[in-house]
């Protein structure tokens, strides 16, 4: 299957490991990985803050660079969510139908990476080897907006060395929210304690989700607070391998004193 990768903005500035681990995993799958080089932020950020006119020249670009393709994945539920519920929804506000129409057309072949693995592919088990004890976060859009479900946890079930553990309170939101972290910094930051505290409580040593924008946030507070606790994003886990792993500890064991 030919698969259009919609790198979404945060993967490609900040968090490249979470789109090159999505191209990794679905090649080593047997498909083919298409980058269309002409495609920019998809809006979301605009939108939700309430700039539904400076959105539509964003929704009329990714119409036109995404089009083409029969499918496409990316790396992001939030982003994936954007697509899917505000490009449609923008073009009508706007007046126009026929980008409308065609938003709607590219929404429904626009797929999660978890949505594309177990309900086009039809896999669970990918080959994935992770030797580390992890607990899942659902993040709001996926959980909200995309409604996910179990597929991420039916993936992480079937990844062999690896110790899933649920997550108190899984639901509850991290506190990110894109700009809500700004402009509410004080109650993000409790909403942050709050998540952290649960993912402590479960003694893992990764915590994974599907979007980079809230492991970006748990992460960064799990860090700071020097825990030793990781923020994987779910692409990276399931495109490790046991010969990743074995070069993984060799290059460490190479630069130990």
Known sequence: MRIAL?????ADTLFPQAAT????????LGHEVVFPVDQTCCGQMHVNTGYQSEAVPLVRRHVRVFDPYDMIVAPSGSCVGA????????ARRAGDASLAARAESVAARTYELSELLVDVLGVT???????????????????RMLRLGDRPRRLLREVRGLDLVELPAAEQCCGFGGTFALKNADTSTAMLADKMRHVLSTGADVCVASDSSCLMHIGGGLSRLRTGVRS????????????NATASVSDRSAVRP
């Open 6 to 10: 919609f790198v979404t903005c945060l």
């Open 21 to 28: 681990a999505t191209v990794r995993l679905l090649e080593r």
């Open 83 to 90: 697509v899917r519920h505000q490009h449609p929804s923008v």
């Open 125 to 143: 088990d990918v080959g994935a080897y992770y030797p580390h004890r992890v607990t899942y976060h659902p993040t709001c859009h996926s959980l």
């Open 232 to 243: 994987v994003h779910l692409a990276e886990i399931l495109a490790s391998t046991e010969s």
